[in-house]
C-alpha cells in the first residue's frame, strides 16, 4: 500500500482519483484498507483546508427556506404568528422548544441545530426579570 500524507491540491486530486477507482472495494481486503486510509486522509485534509462554517439556528432556517423555496407565509404557520416569525428571524425572540419541534416535524431540520445557543438582540433575561420586578413594585405602590 503506497499512501503518503495530502499536501498539495495535486495530492488531494490524486487521492480523489484513487478513491473513485477503489470505491466499492470490499472491507477487509487491501483494496478496502487502502480505500478506508485514503478517505480518512481527504477528510482531514478537507476540513483543515476548507471547513464547514457552522450556521446559528436563525441561519440554518433561513438557508433552508433558500434551498428548499419554503416561504414566509410557512414558516408563520410553525412559529404562530408574523409578529412571532419576524422577531425570531430578527433575532428579537429566541426560539421556544414548541418552534424548534415545529420546524424539526415539519420541515425535518435537525432539533440539535435549531436548540444550540445563539445571540438574541434586546433585553437579556437578567434585565427582562428585573424591569418586570420594578414594575410589580410599582403597582405595588400605586395600589396601597
Known amino acids: 500500500m503506497n499512501i ?15 478513491i473513485e477507482r477503489l470505491w466499492g472495494a470490499p ?19 478537507e476540513n483543515a483546508h476548507w471547513p464547514i462554517k457552522v450556521l ?6 433561513k438557508a433552508h427556506m433558500e434551498a428548499t423555496g419554503r416561504s414566509r407565509a410557512e414558516l408563520i404557520d410553525i412559529l404562530g404568528s408574523r409578529s412571532r416569525a419576524s422577531e425570531v428571524m430578527a433575532r428579537k425572540r429566541a426560539l421556544t422548544i414548541n418552534m424548534i419541534r415545529g420546524l424539526a416535524s415539519e420541515w425535518h ?14 433585553v437579556t433575561r437578567t434585565k427582562q426579570r428585573k424591569k418586570n420586578a420594578a414594575k410589580g413594585q410599582r403597582r405595588r405602590t400605586l395600589a396601597a
Open 4 to 18: 503518503r500524507p495530502i499536501r498539495t491540491e495535486e495530492d488531494h486530486a490524486a487521492a480523489l482519483k484513487e
Open 27 to 45: 472491507v477487509g481486503t487491501p483494496e478496502g484498507d487502502k480505500l478506508d486510509v485514503l478517505t480518512t486522509l481527504v477528510e482531514a485534509y
Open 56 to 61: 446559528d439556528p436563525i441561519d440554518t432556517i
Open 109 to 122: 431540520l435537525p432539533a440539535e441545530v435549531l436548540i444550540s445557543s445563539y445571540r438574541v438582540k434586546g
